[in-house]
C-alpha cells in the first residue's frame, strides 16, 4: 500500500517559499485504480513525484509498501516498486529502437541478458506492441509512442503505476487503448494505479476519484458516490461526463435504474434493452 500521512512540501525560488502540496494524506492499494483531478497548479505532478521519492516531504512522510522515501537506504526500492509516465512521450526515449528503450530501466537493474530479453518482450505484450520492438519511436503514432513509454515502465515490474497526464496528448483511440491496457494491468496484475488527468470521463474506470485543490486532496470518494453529486463536481469547475448526462436523464424519466453507473455506452444500452 502506499499511504501519505500529512504530507506537506513546498518549492522555494529566489529564497520565498511556495506551497505545493499540505497537510496531505492519501492511500491507495495494490489492484486498486484511483483517478486524481484537479486545475493545473493545483499540486498533482508534485504528489506524483513525492510517492516516486524524486521529492522529499517536509513535513510527514510517504510510506510505500511499508518503505519510507525519507530513509536514504530505502528510496531507491521505493523508485523500483513505483512506475511515473509523463504526459510527453518524445521526451521519455532514450534509444533508437523500441527494444532497447525498453530494456534501458532493466539494464540498469544489472540483470542477466536472458531476464532482460524476457521481461521486454513481455512488457510490448502487455501493451500490444510486440510488433514494433525494431521501430524507431519516431516512426510510431503519438499513442503508440505512450504505449511504448508505458512498456518501458511495465519492464520494471513496478507494484504501482501513475500516470501524470499520459493520455493528454492523444487522440479518443490512442487514449482508449491506453486505457483499455490500465484496466487489464490492474485485473490480472492487480497494479495499484494512481491515473493524473483533467478529463472526468477516465474516472468512469476508478473505485475512487480523488480531487486536488490548492495542495490538498478536497475530495475523495468512491466514483459512483461522486457521480451521483453532480453540483459536487461543479463546484470545483467540473462538468459532468456527457455519458453520466445521459444516464442521469435516463433516470428522470425512469428509463434508467438509479442504482446504474455506466461506464459505457454499451452498458447503457444493455440496460436499456
Known sequence: MIRLDQVSFSYTDEQV??????DLSFTLEAGQMVVLLGPNGSGKSTLAWLIK???LPGKGKVIVDGLNTLDKNQRRQVQNLVGL????????FISNLVADDVAF????LGLERAEINRRVDAALKMVSMEDYAQYP??????GQKQRVCLA?????QPRYLILDEATSMLDPAGRQQVLEILAKLRQERKIGILLITQNLEEALLADRVAIMHQGRIAIDLPFRELAAS???LKEYGMEEPPLLHMASLLKKHGLLPNHCFPDSLDQVVKALC
Open 230 to 232: 453532480p453540483d459536487l
Open 105 to 108: 530501466g532493466p539494464q540498469n
Open 137 to 142: 519511436p519516431y516512426l510510431l503514432s503519438g
Open 85 to 92: 509516465v509523463g504526459p510527453v512521450p518524445d521526451h521519455q
Open 17 to 22: 517559499s511556495r506551497p505545493a502540496v499540505q
Open 53 to 55: 521519492g524524486r521529492l
Open 152 to 156: 518501458g515502465v511495465l519492464a520494471m
